[in-house]
T-cell receptor
Framework: GDSVTQMEGPVTLSEEAFLTINCTYT??????LFWYVQYPGEGLQLLLK?????DKGSNKGFEATYRKETTSFHLEKGSVQVSDSAVYFC???????????FGSGTRLQVQP | KAGVTQTPRYLIKTRGQQVTLSCSPI?????VSWYQQTPGQGLQFLFE???????NKGNFPGRFSGRQFSNSRSEMNVSTLELGDSALYLC??????????????FGQGTRLTVV
């Protein structure tokens, strides 16, 4: 079956540091890949997505590249801000399926 | 354009009771999915409705059920509540096509506490 594995958190960084959150996946088809962000007390917001191999999704300074050869979709940001503190979820939507499969989430804490 | 609206935001129920949660999707969206979020199990898919029909179902007991109305609004019901049903229940709406590119938009969730 489908699965998503994310690095354990929390990840604690100082403001302006470089961020990487690792995500690898297993899928039976050719999935689309997503990163969602959840702020305290809120639902999920779509951060970025990629629908085929070598696609790069980007939004608000965050980037992730769909790497089929390594089945990965790592999230990166060059300079984090305190306002980026949240939980980040990697997810996939596989061929022929309508449900999203989520990773366990990675909590990011950015200190001033 | 209004987002996905879930009501109520918070609920406290007693074991054995039943509960109904409501979700109003984005205007024009015909698919509504429900997810359960807990610290232990993470985000798990409950079911998906499209045009008043359940199209997909996750691995949850029959105590969890749902329905969708002709205006695409959806409700989910949990009967005979257990302590382990305490969770954040999230609703997501999408256009409903089978396109992998179709985005899902989430509501703020309903926080259910079973005591």
């Amino acid at each position: 079956g489908d699965s998503v594995t994310q690095m354990e958190g929390p990840v604690t960084l100082s403001e302006e540091a470089f961020l990487t959150i690792n995500c690898t996946y297993t899928a039976t088809g050719y999935p689309s890949l997503f990163w969602y962000v959840q702020y305290p007390g809120e639902g999920l917001q779509l951060l970025l997505k990629a629908t085929k191999a070598d696609d790069k999704g980007s939004n608000k300074g965050f980037e992730a590249t769909y790497r089929k050869e390594t089945t990965s979709f790592h999230l990166e940001k060059g300079s984090v801000q305190v306002s980026d503190s949240a939980v980040y979820f990697c997810a996939l939507k596989d061929t022929g399926r309508r449900a999203l499969t989520f990773g366990s989430g990675t909590r990011l804490q950015v200190q001033p | 354009k209004a987002g996905v609206t879930q009501t109520p935001r918070y609920l406290i129920k007693t074991r054995g009771q039943q509960v109904t949660l409501s979700c109003s999707p984005i205007s024009g969206h015909r698919s509504v999915s429900w997810y359960q979020q807990t610290p232990g199990q993470g985000l798990q898919f409950l079911f998906e409705y499209f045009s008043e029909t359940q199209r997909n179902k996750g691995n949850f007991p029959g105590r969890f059920s749902g329905r969708q109305f002709s205006n695409s609004r959806s409700e989910m019901n949990v009967s005979t509540l257990e302590l382990g049903d305490s969770a954040l229940y999230l609703c997501a709406s999408s256009l409903g096509s089978n396109d992998l590119n179709t985005e899902a938009f989430f509501g703020q969730g309903t926080r259910l506490t079973v005591v």
